[in-house]
């Protein structure tokens, strides 16, 4: 086994290395071309002998800008080099500090320089204006084959550049002295003065051989610009620091990869072999603790609504409900553990027992009445193996994991699960639908990794692992007074006991003597009382925390259900507190996240970048986990899905329990949205390295379950893209839901292709390489996103997308010039304009989309692409682009047919305003059909609009 794990690290290891230096290449030429480094001459005087003597200093400055990068304020100052180790010929460690100014960025730019903390990598750049020479020699005298920058060997030259270094960031300080890269800084903590000071640590290996060349050392004193990189492409050292600490030491894979995945990853043996339904997984469950055996009932939570959602759930199968509950005491809700036992032949399905048992108070739970597809993807995340969740556009994806989430967390006390997501904004909207829940405590969930910043909770502090010391604090304090009051309730202690400003007495080591001496034993006299008494006894008299319980209330009927709830009210107080007696004895704050990260939390979430970020870390700790539910599958690289299933260490070899610990994974995704992103067009051609781990175990043959019901778009929209998926339907709501059913006001159509012809003679123009732009169907877009806010459209429900960052940016700028200050809209945007590929994963109401290419197809051609962009949208689709290109696609003709049935000309209905009356289906007289001819045209519309809407205004203002 070990030379195919080998070859598959490797692999992995080179294409990434690779990959990612030409990322680098590409971040770091287009931050040079924006900031054009110029040659400056400035008058000094210098005293010499016969007085002061004038003279040039020439000095390379910056005349342009750049949103990733800014010129150093000093020189970088080499300030530590330690001796090398034992057996090495380069220094152990090379620190260096520089200094930034942000004074003249915005506000904007400003918070995104100080977020930069430590492990973030930087790059330093010495450019010599001086040296910079003119043309691009590449391909001399043919323009049309000229390189592009991040390919041509003479870019360096042309613009100066002497040098690029790496570094690391290990601390950040402000003007006075402040440390911002402190783990107990709050992140809403105010910095001082505009400058700001990096410690950083250099490569060793570069600095030893600049330090061998003649002079070599003073290239330091020329860096002049400082680069950092976003960061999702900014991990690249840790993930490969990792796979080359997995090749150098790869047994560890075997103990902490199941051994029932490993054969499956390789892509050898039986591809089936990690399902839940094989022979394989079976074994594993019936052997293995803290597993239940697959035929075993398995608590479903609040997965089924009603009884007669859980029989919906399983068709063909033979439904039995053990009720425990009274019909007239039954509530109005229940909880289900369910036992599925499949037939051995497939001629019937099985039967399914299930138990009933109550909901939780102040909970909201599950609210979606899943298909029964749904519920098996549900079924197969609380079963041991491999879940294979394909998930079209709109069919729920997160929901199942939400759900698959919550039931692992009431199934599995002891369990951690761990989610993973390939974007920050995926990864806050399913921790955010966890807590909408409501019943699980948020003490037992952590998010990790700088997007937590964009987090949006109802709770009073946040979810990094400070703000969940805080909280626990907090509510230690909120739970030693509770302890503190019945304690005085019971004149076990008086109220002059406590502290100075009134805070408790008690610890919470004092809380557990307290409860054992006194509560506990209070506790047994009236359950014994219970027992021996007979039916007359007033329970409300022989209850031991009337006072603490139920405070100055006169007398009342307690029955005892009710009584021995409030006791396990009080128990769970002191339940709660001894989790939080550790706190009391570890006392700094590192130390106290370290202990709730590794002991208290049971949901921790991260983005696959801040799992490669963080490993290292977690195996340092001896973190551990039981389950993985990694969402957006489809989107990330081969190693980005892989290094997540390493975050543990693995049981010693000559151990007994020489296996992984991990019991559960969840890959939930879709392979037919597009892949993870590579910018070197020919490690994706010629390497697959945009196959996705996702994608390539549903290639060779694993068993995946597809979802088969969509719940976002009009149906007309989803047949845009339901064909690329087996059995793709609708779901109830969107065929009989009124917002579903009413038109789109002012639009004869709810989707529609509109073609634009060539604006002020031009289609698409590339003014740089592979950056192109369509001006026509970008003032087009405009205009449309103009009309719909003009007749009452919300802009937060538009936005607007195109397949091209050149396209994108163009837009940006006519927005501003349409819609910035002093023009009648006056500030209103779009809810988002974005490239189809970034917008992947969220949704609008309504999509304006610009496909800009005018002299072939492009990168659309890729029907992943497509499907991306036709299924963004909800209610309205727009289509801008030049009609005939597309249309005669072969790889599009499936979708774009769709659209040949409407014109090719922009149809409004005048007179109609947001929000709708019209139903889809109601007769449409011709004299309220308008055609728009051209963008002009439709310009010229917008105007009349504006100018209607000033006029209202002044005469609905009274005059002064």
């Not at 609504?305 to 019909?327: Q, R, W």
Request: glycine share 6%; net charge negative; aromatic share 8%.
């Amino acid at each position: 086994m070990e030379p195919p794990r080998q070859d598959y690290l490797l692999r992995n290891f080179e294409l990434y290395r690779l990959e990612s230096a030409y990322q680098i290449r590409l971040d770091l030429v287009d931050v040079i071309r924006r900031v054009r480094p110029v040659v400056r001459y400035t008058v000094a005087s210098e005293a010499g002998d016969e007085g002061f003597e004038t003279g040039e200093v020439v000095k390379t400055a910056f005349s342009g800008w750049a949103r990733m990068a800014l010129e150093l304020v000093s020189n970088v100052d080499i300030v530590k080099v330690a001796p090398p180790r034992l057996g090495e010929n380069h220094p152990a460690q090379v620190l260096a500090d520089l200094c930034i100014d942000l004074e003249k960025c915005g506000e904007g730019i400003r918070k995104e320089w100080n977020y930069l903390g430590e492990y973030d990598n930087l790059f330093l750049l010495a450019i010599d204006a001086q040296r910079i020479t003119n043309g691009n020699d590449s391909m001399p005298g043919n323009e049309q084959l000229r390189l592009p920058d991040e390919e041509d060997p003479s870019f360096p030259n042309r613009y100066g550049v002497v040098a690029v270094r790496g570094c690391m960031i290990l601390q950040v300080r402000d003007e006075t002295g402040n440390i911002l890269s402190d783990l107990g800084v709050p992140k809403d903590a105010k910095e001082i003065g505009t400058k700001r000071f990096f410690r950083v640590a250099l490569d060793p290996s570069q600095y030893a051989m600049d330090a061998g060349e003649p002079n070599g050392l003073k290239l330091y004193e020329a860096l002049n610009l400082v680069v950092r990189r976003h960061g999702r492409e900014n991990n690249f050292r840790a993930v490969l620091e990792t796979i080359r600490g997995l090749m150098e030491g790869s047994g560890s894979i075997d103990r902490t990869i199941p051994s029932w995945l490993q054969p499956v990853l390789l892509g050898y043996g039986n591809s089936s072999s990690a399902s839940y339904k094989s022979k394989t997984i079976r074994s594993y469950a019936s052997r293995t603790a803290g597993v239940s055996p697959i035929d075993a009932f398995l608590d479903y939570g609040d997965t089924f609504l009603d009884d007669e959602h859980l029989i919906a759930s399983f068709p063909g199968y033979k439904v039995m409900i053990d009720d425990s509950f009274e019909p007239e005491s039954r509530p109005f809700r229940v909880k289900y553990k369910v036992k599925v036992i499949d037939s051995p032949n497939n001629e019937t399905q099985g039967n399914v027992e299930a138990r009933s048992y109550p909901f939780p108070k102040y909970s909201a739970g599950n609210s979606v009445r899943f298909t029964p597809v749904q519920v098996e993807a549900v079924r197969s995340g609380l079963i041991p193996g491999l879940t294979l969740v394909v998930g079209p556009p709109g069919t729920g994806k997160s929901d199942c994991a939400v759900q698959i989430i919550a039931n692992l967390f009431h199934s599995y006390p002891t369990q951690r699960t761990v989610i993973i997501t390939h974007s920050n904004t995926a990864l806050n909207d399913l921790f955010q639908k966890v807590m909408e829940r409501g019943d699980i405590n948020e003490r037992f969930m952590i998010r990790l990794g700088s997007g937590e910043r964009d987090l949006k909770t109802e709770s009073t502090h946040d979810f990094t692992k400070m703000g969940r010391v805080a909280h626990t604090m907090e509510r230690r304090a909120l739970l030693l007074e509770c302890v503190q009051k019945l304690s005085e309730s019971l004149g076990v202690s008086g109220s002059g006991e406590r502290g100075a400003d009134g805070s408790p007495s008690y610890t919470c080591e004092t809380a557990e003597y307290f409860f054992e001496r006194h509560v506990k034993m209070q506790i047994a006299k009236f359950e014994n009382a219970m027992v021996s008494a007979d039916t007359g006894l007033d329970v409300f008299e022989a209850f031991p925390f009337k006072k603490y319980c139920l405070g100055s209330k006169n007398p009342r009927p307690l029955t005892v259900q009710e009584a021995r709830s409030l006791l396990s009210e009080v128990a769970d107080v002191f339940k709660e507190l001894a989790d939080y007696r550790p706190l009391e004895l570890l006392r700094s704050l590192r130390q106290r996240t370290d202990y709730l990260l590794t002991k208290q939390a049971r949901i921790v979430a991260m983005t696959c970048t801040h799992a490669a970020i963080a490993r290292s870390q977690l195996i340092d700790l001896g973190f551990q986990y039981d389950n993985l539910v990694m969402e957006e599958a489809g989107q990330m690289l081969e190693v980005e899905t892989f290094i997540p299933l390493l975050l543990q260490k693995g049981e010693a070899d000559n151990t007994a329990a020489s296996q992984s610990r991990l019991k559960r994974i969840s890959l939930i995704g879709d392979h037919n949205q597009l892949p993870p992103v590579i910018k070197n067009r020919s490690f994706s051609t010629y390497s697959n390295l945009d196959q996705s781990l996702f994608r390539r175990l549903v290639r060779i043959g694993v068993p995946y379950i597809e979802l088969n019901k969509q719940g976002r778009a009009r149906a007309e929209i989803a047949k845009l893209y339901s064909w690329r998926y087996s059995d793709l339907g609708d779901l109830p709501h969107v065929l009989e839901s009124s917002k579903f059913q009413n038109s789109n006001a002012g639009f004869a159509y709810t989707h529609q292709m509109i073609n634009v012809e060539n604006f002020k003679d031009q289609g698409e123009t590339t003014p740089t390489a592979y950056f192109y732009q369509n001006l026509g169907e970008a003032e087009y877009a405009v205009a449309l996103f103009q009309y719909m806010v003009l007749i009452g459209y919300p802009s937060d429900k538009i936005s607007i997308l195109t397949t091209y960052n050149g396209q994108k940016e163009l837009i940006h700028d006519i927005l501003i010039q349409r819609c910035g200050p002093g023009t009648p809209l006056g500030n209103v945007y779009p809810g988002a304009v974005s490239t189809v590929d970034h917008y992947q994963g969220q949704q609008n109401d309504f999509v304006i989309l610009s496909l800009v290419r005018t002299s072939s197809v492009g990168h659309i051609r890729d029907i992943r692409r497509l499907v991306v962009g036709v299924s963004r949208a909800r209610l309205g689709l727009y289509v801008v682009c030049r009609s005939n290109i597309f249309s005669a696609c072969h790889e599009l003709r499936s979708t774009m047919a769709q659209f040949e049935d409407k014109p090719q000309k922009l149809q409004i209905v005048i007179g109609e305003h947001y929000p709708p009356q019209r139903r889809q289906n109601d007769p449409l007289p011709d004299e309220r059909m308008f055609e728009v001819k051209d963008v002009e045209h439709l310009g010229s519309i917008v105007h009349e609009l504006q100018e209607q809407m000033i006029r209202t205004e002044q005469e609905t203002t009274p005059a002064r």
